[in-house]
């Protein structure tokens, strides 16, 4: 027998078998009932979330809306008093630092990305506005004779050395410490001082 | 459907249930099987109808494909197909018989062999033989709701009309 002829009569018996099926075989009726069941507790389930999930949105907009004004009602931060003025920190070294250009060039840049996004990452800490002095001539130092580069240590002195400065000092206090920026001179000596707040 | 129209689900169902139920039943060979399957299949419809997308082919393709994969799994975990009885007697039987219920007992007796025949089908060989000549789907319909090529699946139903054949040939239902 030719695979053709072959083909078609296998064919025949497939349909007469389909035939029979399709006349007696069916899903039970109780299959019905039993999806039209779910389906009715689906949708009352959908229709029990939506409602909540519209008031969680509500309530976190409500909460961002809230917070914005509370932020924006803030009060302004304190204005220096003169002859103070308001710097950002001091860096510890005025001189500047030796870059490595090339080591920075031989690093990938899929590593360097990833070293930023993990340096973008990490938490920032709110930067403090300082309030500092002007810089005050040390006794027996030259603030400017001699130029030239210096080094800025931040140190904390007995509070009675603003007094020795010429500048107010709360007497009750005069126990505790006061911060304040040395700058030092090549030669190590130190030249001027600001004190910091 | 999806805007909680029952009567539009039921409709689907009706329209859809017979086809799904034999396929289940035509793979798996167990009325229970095909049920179940036949149930998760809808429910799937129920809980997700949004997963339905008719670019990708008609609504019946996708829930052969639901069907497929539930039939499927039940194979895999119980492991069972129902093998041929070799010994299928009656099915093309030279006794001379007459009357139309005797041809008629001869008639169903030739479609249970053709039936356990299929069910003796490897899988892959036995989805293609279902869904193109028992289920009568076009052979596009029959590669989505696999997840395959359209050749893949004239090749598979070659190959399974040609064993088909040949079992066939040996319980004696074709000559």
């Known amino acids: 027998m030719r695979p053709e002829e072959r083909n078609e009569e296998v064919t025949v018996a497939l349909r007469a ?4 099926m399709e006349a007696r075989c069916e899903a039970p009726p109780a299959l019905e009932t039993t999806l039209r069941e779910a389906y009715r507790g689906h949708r009352r389930k959908l229709s029990w979330r939506r409602p909540l999930m519209l008031a969680a949105i509500a309530a976190s907009v409500v909460m961002l809306v809230a917070s914005a004004a509370i932020w924006l009602r803030r009060p302004p931060a304190s204005a220096p008093v003169a002859p103070v003025a308001a710097v950002p920190p001091p860096r510890p070294a005025v001189a500047p630092k030796p870059e490595a250009p090339a080591a920075v060039a031989s690093v990938p840049r ?29 006794a027996g130092g030259d603030l400017f004779g001699r130029p030239g580069r210096g080094r800025l240590f931040r140190v904390r002195l007995p509070r009675a050395a603003l007094w020795t400065y010429g500048l107010p000092m709360n007497v009750d206090r005069r126990a505790e410490t006061v911060t304040a920026d040395v700058l030092m001179g ?3 000596l130190a030249r001027a001082i600001r004190f910091v707040q | ?60 393709g996708w829930l052969f494909g639901i069907a497929r994969n539930r039939v499927l799994r039940w194979l895999e975990k119980d492991g069972r197909h129902q093998p041929v009885e070799e010994e299928q007697d009656g099915c093309g039987s030279d006794d001379a018989r007459s009357g139309s219920v005797l041809d ?8 249970e062999a053709v039936r356990q025949a299929v069910l003796a089908l490897p899988t892959h060989y036995r989805e293609a033989v279902v869904l193109c000549d028992l289920q009568e789907r076009s052979y596009e319909e029959a590669a989505g709701a696999i997840g395959c090529a359209v050749g893949t699946i004239r090749s598979r139903l070659f190959r399974g009309r040609e064993l088909l054949a040949h079992k066939l040939r040996q319980s004696r239902c074709l000559t």
């Open chain 1, 110 to 138: 899929a590593r360097r990305s990833t070293a930023q996004a993990r340096r973008a990452r990490r938490p920032v800490a709110p930067r403090r506005t300082e309030i500092v002095t002007e810089f005050l001539p040390v």
């Open chain 1, 186 to 188: 090549e030669d190590g």
């Open chain 1, 17 to 20: 078998l389909a035939r029979d």
């Open chain 2, 104 to 111: 008629d007992l001869a008639e169903r007796e030739r479609l």
């Open chain 2, 1 to 60: 459907m999806e805007a909680g129209d029952e009567e539009a689900f039921a409709t689907l169902y009706r329209r859809r249930q017979g086809a799904v139920y034999r396929f289940a039943l035509q793979m798996s060979g167990s009325p229970a099987t095909a049920e179940e399957v036949t149930q998760e299949v809808f429910l799937a419809l129920v809980e997700t109808p949004g997963r339905y997308d008719s670019a990708r082919g008609s609504v019946a």
